[in-house]
């Protein structure tokens, strides 16, 4: 999730586990810290871009390396506020807002490395999109209310509420996933179009509508489903995946990385001599976050020059229109779009 809602995140979180053992603006203020830490890894250049998209979410976003970094970040905390009584529960507070970072990034469908240093593979849930205000808003009235409600008990009361109610939003995405894939399988299946290898992630701020992906071979399929559509079949648009080119270039060690990154879901194509690999999970055919240049073909024993990260002007304010037409159930082909 974005950097903001993970601060809210953290702050509620602190909050609830400190209680009235400390000012809650102190439990807000460390929650909060601990809950922005896990997202200063954005500040390391590993010198390729798609190695900085890839090393993103890895070690600091580890469950067991964040548990331990509590320690000494509880004892800190101790030490400023001349609390050693409440090592224990500041333990608890700070491990919890370091700990829900990666949970809350889990999520979403970037890819966060959880179980580093065990493993490098990255998991992602993808039943929210990365900023959405129904999660978030809920977290800042919570924390809003316990820094400014005087009255203790009322103020964490709201804290909780706001807590438990954008936890549950996350339940919420999840069914509602899982409800979207169910449709979307049963409308490739009347296209008899394969539905083994499916993205259902929701697109942006919200998770009234949903984008699918399929994988095809040496194509994939785009749809669109809004939870008011109701009973429709989710209409497909087919485009070229660039799997013949991503096989005979399947020894590029670029393409091997976002491969396995992505799961598979990828394109490639040629730029004039220059190959072009897109991650198509986020973002909707034609506008993609993240689309490298990694150079020419290689020639056997070539080493693969820095990759360059290609960025796209977003038609934003088309997007947005469209954005919520369609969630109202109109069947509108998408911008930049060409139905085939």
Known sequence: MDSVTQILLGASVGVAVMGRRTALWKSALWGGVAGLLPDLDVLIDHGDPILNMIRHRAESHALLLLALWAFPMAWGVCRIHRQPQLYGRWWWAIMLALVTHPLLDLMTIYGTQVFQPFTDEAYGLGSIFIVDPAYSLPLLWGVVAALRIKTVGRALAINGWTLAFSTAYLVWSALGQAGVAQHARQSLQALNLPSE????????????????????????????????????????????????????????????????????????????????????????????????????????????????????????????????????????????????
């Open 197 to 340: 290898s499916l993205l259902v992630t929701p697109t942006p701020l919200n998770t009234l509508l949903w984008r699918v992906v399929a994988l095809d071979g040496d194509q994939f399929h785009e749809g669109f489903y809004s939870w008011l559509d109701g009973d429709r079949a989710i209409r497909f648009v087919t485009y070229p995946r660039g799997g013949a080119l991503a096989a005979q270039n399947a020894d590029h060690p670029q393409i091997q990385r976002l491969a396995r990154f992505t799961d598979g879901f990828f394109k490639v194509h040629t730029q004039g001599d220059r190959l072009v690999v897109t991650d198509l999970r986020m973002g909707q055919e034609p506008d993609y976050v993240f689309a490298f240049d990694i150079g020419a073909p290689l020639q056997s024993g070539q080493t693969p020059p820095q990759s360059e990260s290609l960025s796209r002007r977003m038609r934003v304010a088309e997007g947005l229109t469209w954005l919520g037409q369609r969630m109202l159930g109109r069947d509108l082909p998408a911008p930049g779009t060409v139905n085939n």
